[in-house]
């Protein structure tokens, strides 16, 4: 039918032409604040968004496009942003739709970071949240308002695992005309394309799988040109007279591509979320691989879930893929690929057992990111987590004992021999604890 | 700018700035199943450099509303009267694909409106496939796909992309996705049945500029060639590495030949 590259191969060359002048196949860094406009018609060209091109490298530049442009073809969406994080990436998006007195409906179950902004920053700017359970559609539904103007969640949420089911929620927000925005760290594009389900925005923070190098910070708001800012008056910034470029219309000047073209115009003009061109090609590089470390992530990961069902000092262990996860069926249809390289459990002893653990490891390190090409282990609930409320932890599905893994692509054998070592420890002081 | 035509309201990019008729007028036509968002790149840029653009959605398409027209015949029409209800005696007509069948047919039978053409990856006749018409009108989204893949040339389908993080093939289905349901059948039945291109080339007096595209698998360069060896007088400009959506592919190619052309 279509003679389009294939996801493999986009991964490594989407976004990137070899230069005509010196050749370049390695995605040259440009490391530039600013670019010598041809003469000043060009210069008023790039200012009036009359052509595409690069005028300072807060708004775009050239190593940060293909790696949105890379971004985009792995989405399947029509444009993407890069920002200097996943979470300039939410707040820029969030602004880029929302204005005072606006309302967004957000997963309980997120980031803690998400979290934090939608309950505790954006509201001193007017823009309330109602949190709901990810995984119950008609909650979402229920708590729309007539000024909701995002539905926002997490595909596996961090670091609960809990799974939004992105059709029925996609219906649910194009009943409801309402953007459905999607964190998608945790599934990557290899796992799951939610536009194709009926999500509109997808946000990634960069730095975790799809880098997967943890060696550079960045995100990526990827828009999926799907939904109709213009049919009806609720979002006057997209589809109505803005006070740039002589009060352009993103919408009637850019059709599916006007969110996209609002968050560049204004998000990266006023806000200056840019990601920097040293960090886009790391994030290149990680990209290239991605495919082939998906696999392994998700080969590595069901066999450390058969290693910590099966081992005497596990309390219990959850993830999406095993049957006792309430989302277990949903997961089969939705991510038959995998549901993503985090495992959560609990050791027998509890919370001191988990410090002794985490404490005990040596291969694995214990560190705040998810998604490197090592292994890695922290404990939520005293690290990034912490400055979640109480009843949001509950809401959250968080418990004191939890450990978060995120598998790497170490030899499996290695890494279980390391976890060994740590139930040892945590063996150690469970049974102190019982004396 | 909102527009009523024959009781229908219309949508008509102007560039991003009040159309004036006292300028001269720009009038640039979209291909099959496209809306004004073929000219994102031409209509700010040409109305800042003192046109007057009218780039609109032909009706069912874009954000214009009504039923899609059923003739190449009735598009050049319909491109007449737009111009007689906004006062413009005659325009410049600039056209892509199936606009340029609609552009040589206004040409023809309503030369007075037309004072010049540029014509950019467009030819005579536009011959359809069967089983491209049926899928229009059965499965229009595989349609969409299929068209926006061998629209575009060898850069695009790597993504590259003078928009920064712009995807010409997201983007090109997203487009046509947004018309009325009918559109791109109508368009496609319409581009099949006309026959007066050749005719209407030949007799053309109007100053004449024809933009192809060298990897142009919708309507192939060499009918692009013909076209302009048809056309008495007419000059061209070959983009080598182009697919058919040349206007978003190449913008500044192509807008430096429209400005040397409408200068000359």
């Known amino acids: ?435 | 700018m909102k527009h009523e035509l024959h009781g229908e309201m219309i949508h008509i990019a102007t560039g991003g700035l009040d159309f004036d008729n006292n300028k001269p007028v720009l009038l640039f036509l979209h291909g099959s199943g496209q809306s004004h968002l073929t000219w994102v790149l031409q209509s700010r840029y040409f109305a800042h450099r003192g046109f007057a653009v009218l780039a609109p959605d032909l009706p069912g398409h874009g954000l214009s509303d009504g039923t899609p027209l059923a003739s190449i015949e009735e598009m050049a029409d319909w491109s007449v009267a737009l111009l007689d209800s906004l006062q413009v005696a005659s325009a410049t007509y600039v056209a892509h694909s199936q606009g340029v069948l609609v552009a040589l047919d206004a040409a023809a039978r309503h030369p007075q409106h037309v004072s010049a053409l540029a014509l950019i990856a467009g030819a005579m006749a536009i011959p359809v496939n069967d089983m491209l018409i049926e899928m229009s009108q059965h499965q229009p989204d595989k349609a969409f796909e299929m068209m926006t893949s061998w629209g575009h040339g060898p850069g695009a389908h790597k993504f590259d992309n003078t928009q920064p993080g712009h995807s010409f093939l997201g983007y090109g289905r997203r487009v046509m996705a947004q018309n009325d349901g009918a559109a791109l059948h109508a368009d496609l039945v319409a581009c099949n049945r006309y026959v007066s291109g050749p005719t209407a080339a030949a007799a053309i007096t109007q100053p004449s500029l024809c933009l192809i595209a060298g990897r142009d698998r919708m309507t192939p360069a060499k009918f692009g060639h013909k076209m302009a060896a048809t056309i008495p007088g007419a000059t061209s400009c070959t983009f080598d590495r182009a697919g058919h959506f040349l206007p978003a592919e190449f913008p500044l190619e192509v807008n430096e030949s429209l400005v040397a052309f409408l200068a000359r």
Request: glycine share 8%; with cysteine; proline share 5%.
């Open chain 1, 1 to 435: 039918m279509s003679d389009d590259y294939k996801f493999d191969t986009l991964s490594l060359h989407a976004g990137h032409v070899p230069d005509p002048q010196f050749g370049s196949r390695a995605v040259p860094i440009h490391q530039t604040t600013s670019y010598v406009f041809r003469d000043t018609e060009h210069a008023a060209a790039l200012y009036n968004m009359e052509l595409g091109g690069h005028l300072y490298t807060r708004i775009s530049n050239p190593t940060v496009a293909v790696l949105e442009q890379r971004v985009a073809a792995l989405e399947g969406g029509v444009a993407a942003t890069a920002t200097a994080s996943g979470m300039a990436a939410l707040t820029t998006a969030v602004m880029t739709i929302c204005s005072s007195g606006d309302h967004i409906v957000a997963s309980s179950r997120m980031y803690g970071a998400n979290i934090n902004l939608l309950e505790n920053t954006l509201p001193r700017f007017g823009i309330t949240t109602t949190f709901v359970a990810p995984d119950d559609p008609d909650a979402i539904a229920a708590a729309i308002q007539p000024n909701t103007k995002i539905i926002f969640g997490e595909v596996i949420g961090n670091p609960g695992l809990d799974i939004m089911d992105v059709a029925a929620v996609g219906e649910v927000a194009s009943k409801a005309h309402v953007p459905l925005m999607l964190d998608c760290t945790f599934n990557t594009p290899w796992l799951l394309k939610p536009i194709e389900l009926g999500a509109n925005i997808i946000i990634h923070s960069l730095t975790k799988w799809m880098g997967g190098h943890g060696i550079a910070i960045g995100g990526a708001v990827v828009d999926g040109g799907n939904f109709d800012w213009g049919r009806d008056d609720r979002f006057p910034t997209i589809a109505g007279p803005h006070y740039a470029m002589n009060e352009i219309n993103f919408h009637e000047e850019f059709g599916p591509a006007a969110f996209t073209a609002k968050f560049r115009a204004e998000g990266m003009y006023n806000f200056g979320p840019s990601m920097s061109p040293t960090n886009a090609f790391h994030i290149l590089q990680g990209l290239e691989t991605l495919p082939l470390r998906m696999q392994r992530h998700m080969d590595n990961t069901a066999a450390m879930l058969e290693f910590l069902t099966s081992h005497d000092a596990v309390a219990w262990v959850k993830h999406p893929t095993l049957p006792d996860h309430p989302s277990h069926q949903l997961v089969q249809r939705m991510l038959p690929r995998g549901a993503g390289s985090i495992i959560v459990f609990g050791l027998k002893g509890g919370r001191a057992a988990g410090k002794a653990f985490i404490e005990a490891v040596e291969l694995a390190s214990h560190l705040a990111n998810v998604g490197d090409a090592k292994t890695l282990v922290i404990h939520p609930a005293s690290t990034t987590h912490s400055h979640i409320s109480a009843e949001a932890m509950v809401e959250g599905g968080l418990s004191d004992d939890m450990i978060r893994l995120s598998v790497g692509l170490e030899d499996i054998n290695d890494i279980t021999t390391d976890f060994e070592l740590g139930f040892r420890a945590a063996a150690r002081v469970a049974a102190k604890a019982a004396e």
